[in-house]
Nanobody, 124 residues
Framework: QVQLVESGGGLVQAGGSLRLSCAAS????????MAWFRQPPGKERALLAA????????YYADSVKGRFTISRDNAKNTVYLQMNSLKAEDTAVYYC?????????????????WGQGTQVTVSS
């Protein structure tokens, strides 16, 4: 079955950086669209960034554009989220998600598979 395992979360000071990783198994990774979501305390989960299975297309929420970068390494079955210039409001549980890629791409689609999440805490 499809499994996604996030890592790389932790405590960081405002202005610092973290890189999250999401290792996927049980799927042909290169044919799956990947995404990162986050859920701050007391708020709904929201889409942050997505990358198409072909790798040439990416999407970013306005809140992270210019600070976060999504990338993928198909040889390692892993998607990354490089987070720079972190702010206190970036504090959240970060989730990796995936869905089978298709001929069209809609980053806001419903994702069928999710990781367990990794906590990111940014101290101000």
């Amino acid at each position: 079955q499809v499994q996604l395992v996030e890592s790389g979360g932790g405590l960081v000071q405002a202005g610092g950086s973290l890189r999250l990783s999401c290792a996927a198994s049980g799927l042909t990774f290169s044919t799956y669209d990947m995404a990162w979501f986050r859920q701050p305390p007391g708020k709904e989960r929201a889409l942050l960034a997505a990358i198409r299975w072909l790798g040439a297309n990416t999407y970013y929420a306005d809140s992270v554009k210019g600070r976060f970068t999504i990338s993928r390494d198909n040889a390692k079955n892993t998607v990354y989220l490089q987070m720079n210039s972190l702010k206190a409001e970036d504090t959240a549980v970060y989730y990796c998600a995936t869905n089978r890629g298709g001929l069209t791409w809609r980053p806001q689609m419903t994702y069928g598979y999710w990781g367990q999440g990794t906590q990111v805490t940014v101290s101000s």
